[in-house]
């Protein structure tokens, strides 16, 4: 007769070597840890396909504050809603970008994971005020709304992601775990994406769509097994 030791060293075998294996039981099905860093690479994906598209529509904005201003303020905040969208899902996507290739970008890796993961935080919360505080404030004072985020905020943020996102794509370089043309793509999409340059954003914009591309449709499957895709 098995014995209640016996039962219980069972489980905790079953359980260790269920988790070895990558998988995470909850109500009654399983999930494995690579079906969630395919998830991931979907978010960057969708992000970098968001992005770009609120790059174009800025054009669009510029138009119409010279033909129809009214018009202009409904495109701007569509506009805004498409890069808060996109820069949440940029947070997933970056920790399915940086898991997959953890062990073979090192500590480089690691604080431009860091750095990147701070700066998009920033970036979706100034986001998000525009989106839901801006539109309040402007109709009660507009210098207010212009003026609230602040040049310290700014800084922060644009210090922050530019170092951060140009610190990962030279540890995705050096790690060749994903194409190279690629990781050059995102170091020079972090270098000019906050230039107020129309369209310098898309560059970024491809280079993690591209990079969530390739994860998500599991081209790349660990750093231990680089794909080297070109």
């Given at each position: 007769a098995l014995t209640r030791d016996t039962g219980l060293d069972w489980w905790h075998h079953s359980h260790r070597r269920s988790l070895e294996k990558g998988y995470l039981k909850k109500g009654g099905s399983f999930i494995t840890s690579s079906s969630l860093t395919r998830l991931a690479g979907l978010a960057a994906l969708a992000s970098g396909v968001l992005s770009a598209i609120g790059d174009l529509l800025t054009l669009v904005v510029s138009r119409q504050?010279?033909?129809?201003?009214?018009?202009?303020?409904?495109?701007?905040?569509?506009?805004?809603?498409?890069?808060?969208?996109?820069?949440?899902?940029?947070?997933?996507?970056?920790?399915?970008?940086?898991?997959?290739?953890?062990?073979?970008?090192?500590?480089?890796?690691?604080?431009?994971?860091?750095?990147?993961?701070?700066?998009?935080?920033?970036?979706?919360?100034?986001?998000?005020?525009m989106v839901f505080g801006t539109p309040y404030l402007a109709a009660q004072d507009p210098e207010l709304a212009e003026s609230v985020l602040g040049q310290t905020g700014y800084l922060l943020m644009l210090l922050f992601g530019a170092v951060g996102w140009i610190l990962f794509g030279v540890a995705t370089l050096r790690a060749r775990v994903y194409p190279g043309w690629a990781a050059i793509l995102l170091i020079v999409g972090g270098v000019i994406a906050f230039l107020p340059v129309p369209l310098v954003g898309i560059v970024f914009s491809v280079a993690v769509a591209y990079l969530g591309y390739l994860l998500f449709t599991g081209r790349v499957r660990s750093d231990e097994q680089p794909s080297r895709v070109r």
């Open positions: 504050n010279l033909e129809n201003p009214q018009l202009a303020t409904t495109t701007s905040y569509t506009v805004d809603l498409l890069y808060l969208l996109s820069t949440a899902l940029l947070l997933l996507g970056l920790v399915g970008l940086y898991t997959s290739q953890s062990r073979a970008t090192g500590l480089l890796g690691l604080v431009g994971f860091l750095t990147a993961f701070l700066g998009t935080v920033l970036l979706v919360g100034a986001l998000w005020f």
